[in-house]
């Protein structure tokens, strides 16, 4: 049940863009993403609650598309400052109401 | 506003001997979150509190690992005795509660090395 996401890494070059994909088995009530420097502690980026939503922050932008259980996260005009790992995070229900499984994550390294 | 404290950054142990660690969630969040981060995977949720009392400990390794919120605030997770699979980061988070925008934040982590 914890989600995969796709590609476990990317390179890129200021200002290239780049997609990452998250995608479960499960039916899900959310899906978080989270952005973690090494060394550091794991960073909200943005929640998406509806099918089809699509939500964005500055250049990173992300969708839902609850019918496929599938999330994608779109960084356009990458920065140096955008390197890091990129966690999602599916919510579905459990018993305690409901309960955030992360994936294993994807690099992205960012050079000038 | 404070953010999610945790305790001690970094700590080095030998198999078999017993750790804790602390955490101080951001006040007013009602749910209280413990994970394990195993270098290059995604956090693992240990145990969950609302308020004070566990809602789920599924994965928790209840033979050797044991949570506590006392008064609904702090907790404290402890290991005893530790094995080296427990090499990890320790991640604690904190969110309002709830089922709407439930966003957790988290803390910076404890770094476990058993040797």
């Known amino acids: 049940q914890q989600p995969v996401q796709s590609p476990q890494a990317v390179i890129l070059r200021e200002g290239e863009d780049a997609v990452i994909n998250c995608s479960s088995s499960?039916?899900?009530?959310?899906v978080h993403w989270y952005r973690q420097k090494h060394g550091e502690a794991p960073v909200f980026l943005m929640i998406?609650?509806?099918?089809?939503e699509q939500k964005g922050h500055e250049k990173i932008s992300a969708s839902f598309n609850e019918k496929k259980q599938q999330s994608s996260l779109y960084l356009t005009a990458s920065q140096l400052s955008y390197s890091g790992t990129y966690f999602c995070?599916?919510?579905?229900?459990?018993?305690?109401?409901?309960?955030?499984?992360f994936g294993k994550g994807t690099t992205l390294s960012v050079s000038s | 506003e404070a953010g999610v404290a945790q305790s001690p950054r970094y700590k080095i142990i030998e198999k078999r001997q017993s750790v804790a660690f602390w955490c101080n969630p951001i006040?007013?969040?009602?749910?209280l979150y413990w994970y394990q981060q195993i270098l290059g995977q995604g956090p693992k949720l240990l145990i969950q509190?609302?308020?004070?009392?566990?809602?789920?400990d599924s994965q928790l390794p209840k033979d050797r690992f044991s949570a506590e919120r006392l008064k609904g605030v702090d907790s404290t997770l402890k290991i005893q005795p530790a094995k080296l699979e427990d090499s990890a980061v320790y991640l604690c988070?904190?969110?309002?509660?709830?089922?709407?925008?439930?966003?957790?934040?988290f803390g910076a982590g404890t770094r476990l090395s058993v040797l």
């Open positions: 995070g599916t919510e579905t229900f459990n018993q305690a109401g409901t309960a955030l499984i």
């Open positions: 509190f609302q308020n004070n009392g566990v809602v789920d």
């Open positions: 006040s007013g969040h009602a749910t």
């Open positions: 998406l609650l509806k099918g089809g």
């Open positions: 988070a904190s969110s309002r509660g709830g089922t709407a925008k439930n966003i957790q934040y």
């Open positions: 499960k039916a899900l009530y959310s």
